[in-house]
């Protein structure tokens, strides 16, 4: 699929057989998580076959036994997953439900309960089927679909969970525990060649590109005038340290006006003058007093005005 059919449909490359590979993927996890917890309900009664008659001892073994695969599969499960990127994942779906068909035949034909340890640790080291095909879905299904893809595994995961104890309780009981063993081998076996034959991978979607020799063209300017630089600012980096300004204030961005005045420029900072008129440049004379300072206080007059020298005369 060319890059217009890719940018209009919103998938990945290598989408053409991602329903199928879902379907292969959600059968082969279902089955691998039914083989991993149909021991869940007869493994009591198998340890007693084994040769434990104590409770507490049949006890303590099922607990180990059943927590084995576990341990296993959670300490080699990075390692497959780098495996998975260096080689394929599909070539680790293949090996995951081989080893589990194995592993499980296996377990019906321990002979005591350390065998039997012995092969969960197994069955746990050689598993690892349900999160391969969770990367493999997830990196192969659409953008649009990945979620409800990713929900569909889950669900046979959990689904897997749910029919393990049942089939194993009921084969159990029908077949016996070692037939129930052997017949969940053989349907990992089937999901074993599911997985072989109908399964797709695109190795190109998976892996990581390698780097090319030569650096990506660049995108043209938006106004025409050549490649757009890597850097955010429209001019190029300066190769030589930026001089230091002299001056203390920013530079003006429009140009001073001239002065009238004839004389130069001053060179210091004018000080701020404290008064708002200009400092007299000669001092300033005394004043000239006619008479002299009286030293003692003037004696407050009784009436406000002087008196007349000539009556007053009379009103008609």
Do not use: C
């Not at 021991?39 to 303590?60: K, N």
């Not at 077949?175 to 969940?184: T, Y």
């Not at 404290?274 to 004043?287: A, H, L, Q, V, W």
């Amino acid at each position: 699929m060319n890059t217009a059919e890719r940018d209009a449909t919103g998938a990945r490359p290598g989408h053409r057989y991602w329903r199928r590979n879902l379907a292969v993927a959600a059968v082969g996890s279902f089955t691998t998580i039914v083989g991993m917890t149909l021991i869940l309900p007869i493994l009591p009664l198998y340890v007693r076959d084994l040769g434990v008659t104590s409770d507490a001892a049949v006890t303590t073994w099922s607990g180990v036994a059943y927590a084995a695969t576990f341990l296993t599969a959670a300490l080699t499960a990075p390692l497959w997953g780098r495996l998975g990127d260096r080689y394929g994942r599909k070539s680790m779906l293949i090996r995951a439900s081989l080893g589990m068909a194995v592993a499980m035949s296996l377990i019906g034909l321990a002979q005591d309960v350390y065998q039997l340890v012995a092969l969960r640790l197994l069955a746990g080291l050689l598993g690892g089927y349900s999160s391969g095909s969770t990367i493999l879905v997830a990196a192969q299904a659409p953008r649009g679909r990945s979620a409800w893809a990713l929900g569909v595994l889950a669900s046979a995961i959990m689904a897997g969970n749910v029919i393990g104890p049942l089939v194993g309780g009921t084969l159990a009981e029908w077949l016996g525990v070692e037939a129930a063993f052997f017949s969940v081998g053989a349907l990992i076996f089937l999901a074993f060649l599911a997985t072989a034959l109908f399964l797709r991978e695109d190795r190109s979607t998976t892996a990581h590109p390698a780097p090319t020799a030569e650096p990506p063209p660049r995108a043209p300017h938006p106004r025409g005038r050549g490649p757009k630089p890597r850097s955010r600012i429209p001019y190029p980096r300066r190769r030589t340290p930026r001089p230091r300004r002299r001056i203390p204030y920013p530079r003006r961005r429009t140009p001073r006006p001239r002065s009238r005045i004839p004389y130069p420029r001053r060179r210091t900072p004018r000080p701020r003058r404290r008064i708002p008129y200009p400092r007299r440049r000669t001092p300033r004379p005394r004043r000239r007093i006619p008479y002299p300072r009286r030293r003692t206080p003037r004696p407050r007059s009784r009436i406000p005005y002087p008196r007349r020298r000539t009556p007053r005369p009379r009103r008609r």
